[in-house]
């Protein structure tokens, strides 16, 4: 007849390490910095005017200001290409 492919007994883990819930470790878990979340909810839904991509200033503008000058930059390259490549030289 046919034989299980399966072993009946599991082989047992190599490499098992009893894991702990951090309830029964009794440490308390200390984050990098202080939760900023309601501070930056304030900032962001205060309707001054400002665009959403704009609202923390300066390290915003000057990140809008490069993404379109690349973003321009490269269609305005794009563009150079096609011509070159529409008329090639005799």
Do not use: W
Request: proline share 9%.
């Amino acid at each position: 007849g046919l034989k299980p492919s399966v072993p009946a007994d599991p082989a047992p883990l190599i490499f098992a390490t009893p894991t702990k819930v951090v309830s029964e470790s009794g440490s308390v878990v200390e984050y990098m910095g202080a939760n900023k979340v309601s501070d930056l909810q304030k900032l962001f839904q205060t309707s001054d005017g400002v665009p959403v991509h704009l609202k923390r200033g300066l390290p915003d503008k000057l990140l809008y200001r490069s993404t379109m000058a690349l973003t321009i930059g490269g269609a305005m390259y794009c563009l150079v290409a096609l011509y070159i490549a529409a008329h090639p030289r005799k």
